[in-house]
Structures are given as C-alpha cells and as structure tokens.
C-alpha cells in the first residue's frame, strides 16, 4: 500500500522559511516523479514544484524562492521554502505519479500525501 506521509509547515512571519517534507512507503520516491501543489481556500488545487530523476521545475510565483530536493535513501522529498509571503498561505500536498505528459496537471498524480497547513503573517 502506498503512503505519502508529510511533516513540516506551521505558522511563520512573512520572509521567513519553512521546509516541507514528505516520506513515501510503497513506493520507491525516485523512480516516481515527486510534486508539490497547494490550495487556499476557495482556490483550485495547484502546481507548486516537480522533482523528476533528473530535473526540478517550479511555478513561477514560487521560482527563486522555494527549492524542491529528494534524499533517495530516506525516500523522502522535501520543498524548502524561503521568503515566505501572506500569498503562500493554503494547505500545501506532496504527490506521486508514475508517468504523464503534465507534471503541473493534479490529475496526472496516483497518490496524495495527506496535506499540511502553511500560514504566512504579514
């Protein structure tokens, strides 16, 4: 059974850090392509980041900011995020798929880590 288990997230000021992270059972994290999507409230669901084997990519609104990293022998994946702003707030989900044409397309994933609040202050 596949499980995508999330920790990290929480409360934080604006311009500060927080990093997410997301351990994969079932699964082994690097031979699946590993995203990050978040949603507010009365938003869609979306793309944040995308770890591939070989590459990373970002949406723009986070791109310079967030940086997404795997440590293969933790199967574990995580989206260290700095320079946090009041717009970063929504429950952030880590996700896996096997194979697509779209890594920013939710619809494309298999499996769902569980989700975790992040709050930004300003």
């Known amino acids: 059974q596949v499980q995508l288990a999330q920790s990290g997230g929480g409360l934080v000021q604006a311009g500060g850090s927080l990093r997410l992270s997301c351990t994969a059972s079932?699964?082994?994290?690097?031979?699946?392509?590993m995203g990050w999507f978040r949603q507010a409230p009365g938003d869609e669901r979306e793309f944040v980041s995308f770890?591939?084997?070989?590459?990373?990519y970002y949406a723009d609104s986070v791109k310079g900011r967030f940086t997404i990293f795997r440590d293969s022998g933790k199967n574990t994946v995580y989206l260290q995020m700095n320079s946090l702003k009041p717009e970063d707030t929504a429950v952030y989900y880590c996700?896996?798929?096997?194979?697509?044409?779209?890594?920013?397309?939710?619809?494309?994933?298999?499996?769902w880590g569980q989700g975790t609040q992040v709050t930004v202050s300003s």
């Open positions: 079932g699964l082994t994290s690097r031979t699946y392509g």
């Open positions: 770890i591939s084997s070989t590459n990373t």
């Open positions: 996700a896996a798929r096997w194979r697509g044409a779209d890594f920013t397309n939710r619809h494309e994933y298999d499996h």
